[in-house]
């Protein structure tokens, strides 16, 4: 009787062990997704702000350009 028991009381603990590993593996694979997205979308923001300081730039250097030209025509 005490054997049965035992056995018993060793399965509900390789359960519950089981069912820890199974939840620790579960966070894991959370934060790891949870990281990574938050990784991609930086990235993505990082370039989406080069592309449109870089689009600023040249809109000014175009601007600036036509001011000059402006200039020069109404010299001549």
Known sequence: MQIKY???L???INFGLIILIIIGVYKAMLAFISKL???????FMSLIIFFYM???HDLSQLSAYQRA???GIIQF
């Open 69 to 71: 030209f402006h200039c």
């Open 6 to 8: 035992m056995t018993l």
């Open 10 to 12: 060793m399965n509900w």
């Open 37 to 43: 997205s938050l990784f991609i979308g930086n990235l």
């Open 54 to 56: 870089s689009f600023l």
